[in-house]
């Protein structure tokens, strides 16, 4: 069997962190009191613990497809299709004191301050947005004053229009997608390799705005504040037209 990530409860008598888990590095494994299993609603506060326990009450133990050092966070991927995905973070306390945080990236998005979506409407107004008939699982854009009107577009996913005619549109992808229109779908993708081909794409098209929204709240929004603001100004160039 190869690496494998353990969980089994702190035999440590009155303790607050009531299991150990043991994450495996290329240096060797590393032991953590922790106050959680899985830091499946909250991030999960860990100590480092002297050695795994000579009769350990395995909670659980599963495969690992990844365990990485960056820099002060650890990556660990399991294998496993659920809760497979998270992130050790070291840092310091008051004091000096090391702590060290057990987040997955749903639970780090939870504790994130002041991270608003606004409710004022986008230039002034409500919009109409065309949303392509193609497009699988559209944004509803039910928290934006806006309506939305299916309809096959000839190009992007949301627009749009002014008397008629188009002025603005967005094209909706995922990582995933968007790396494979970059390069060919059977090559592996580095996070690296899609920040270098995705900065040459923004040089090579300047016009053309390439942006990373974290979560479908920050996508919709984005879209819907672009299109009002691409509307608002296709409308008062139409008004100085003679």
Partial sequence: MGAVFRVARNPEEGSTLPYVISVPLASGDLVLKAGD?????????????????????LVEEV???????????????????????SQLVFTKLKGGR?????????TRRKTRPGLRIPTRRAAGQA??????????????????????TKRAVRVGDYAVELDGEVVAVVERKT????ATCLVDRRLLITPGMVAEMLAAAQVR??????????????????????????????????????
Avoid: M
């Fill in 127 to 148: 919009l109409d947005i065309v949303v392509d008939t193609r497009e699988g699982y559209p944004w509803r854009f039910a928290e934006q004053q806006a309506t939305t």
């Fill in 37 to 57: 299993r899985w830091p499946a609603t909250q991030k999960v506060y860990c100590h480092r613990a002297e050695e795994w326990p000579d009769e350990p009450d």
């Fill in 98 to 106: 090391e702590g060290i945080f057990w987040q997955t990236l749903s």
């Fill in 205 to 242: 098209y300047p016009s053309l705005p390439i942006v990373f929204c974290e979560t479908r709240p920050l996508a919709e929004e984005w879209t819907y504040r672009f299109l009002g603001a691409a509307f608002a100004y296709a409308d008062e160039e139409a008004d100085l037209q003679p």
């Fill in 175 to 178: 990582l995933q997608d968007l």
């Fill in 63 to 85: 495969p690992v497809r990844s365990c990485v050092r960056r820099g002060v966070a650890i990556d660990l991927v399991l294998d496993r299709p659920r809760e497979n995905r």
